[in-house]
């Protein structure tokens, strides 16, 4: 456990400096916490509120081990750090969390599966590749049926490494390395629960929250919460998500992305051992937010209240189709006009096509106002090059 006389004296270590970071840095400094942040990109979002800026890449051995031997506790925005590197520290006496091995098995998602099975976890039946010709071998041999879902097992992110491959035609769109190929479940809402774990076993799980993707760049575009779903939906929800953090025993953040299906069954879909973007909006609509919590559980604190203070929208920004150079923001006044609506840009300095360069979040008193005012705003903003 860590001293807290000196809470303002702590150095807290963050690889990567994402948006994440940025905003995980920023409830650090209420506490007068002091941020170490690593990142390859010296202007990455989080590099400007730090306390202590170091270049690294979060992917490299000795960038991370280097970097761990400055910090007093080391925490990660991002899952793809040198796993390697962390357990070392570990196995040196420091202080990691969420912990490394959890941190493993997550950034494999044929490791996550295997771990949901085990702990009777409802997850789409899967079956484990290790390239494009053993599936193609397999759906030759009618051991995998249409429709399905291929995933890498590692490195995928924001739906990069994910097919869907509903007949023999679509297999051309099939990605040579090792993958998941798990059933495709019809799915009538995607929904999110974000629990938080300290390390004397307290739980707290934030309100579930449904999703909306943009189908064109296969990211959320419009989170919602309160989720409009039964009661026992719900409650399921917020069941697996309370199984899975405590099986694990993880001291941190557990974001648990889940389907329900056209049944109302419960699918767990994937886990983020992190914060998440599905829990933007409790920075301004709930009691105590996803970064606050996490630092109140990797720091042996009480957990704070998840209890919503008021319905919210969360609408990423993303970057212009079409435009990619340094960024440049049109219609934030006229959305800044709405009651409500509160503005975050991440700062970073290049936009892409799809690339996530802020959020909105947007307050109302009742749900239908909240969507109402979403639709409102959605398309003020353009962040074009
Ligand atoms: N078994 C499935 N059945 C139907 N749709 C699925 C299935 N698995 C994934 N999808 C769809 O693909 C999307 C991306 O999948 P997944 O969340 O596993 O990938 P990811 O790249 O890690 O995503 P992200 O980083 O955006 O969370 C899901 O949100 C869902 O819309
Ligand atoms: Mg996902």
Redesign the pocket.
Known sequence: MLELNHISTLKLGITAGGQLAKMLVLAASNWDIKTYVMDADPSCPAAGQCTKFIQGSHTDYDSVYNFGQQVDIITYEIESINVEALKRLKAEGKIILPDPEILETIQDKGLQKQFFSRFDIPT?AYQLFRDKAAILAAIEQSTIKFPF?Q?IRKG???????V?VNNQAETSKLIDAPSVV????S?NK?ISVISARNAEGQLSHFPVVEME?NPEA??VEMLICPAELEPEVAEEAYKLADKLISSWKMVGLLAV?LFVDKNNKVWV??VAPRPHNSGHHTIESVVTSQFEQLLRAILGLPLGSAQLKMPAIMLNLLGEPGFEGPAQYEGLREAMRIEGVKVHLYGKKITKSFRKMGHLTVLASTREEAINKANQVKNLIKIIA
Not at 156 to 162: A, I, K, L
Not at 182 to 185: C, F, R, T, V
């Open positions: 789409a879902v995933k995928g992110y924001d739906g990069r490494g994910v869907i798990e059933n495709k479940i799915i995607e993707f296969n990211l992305e879909n994937e």
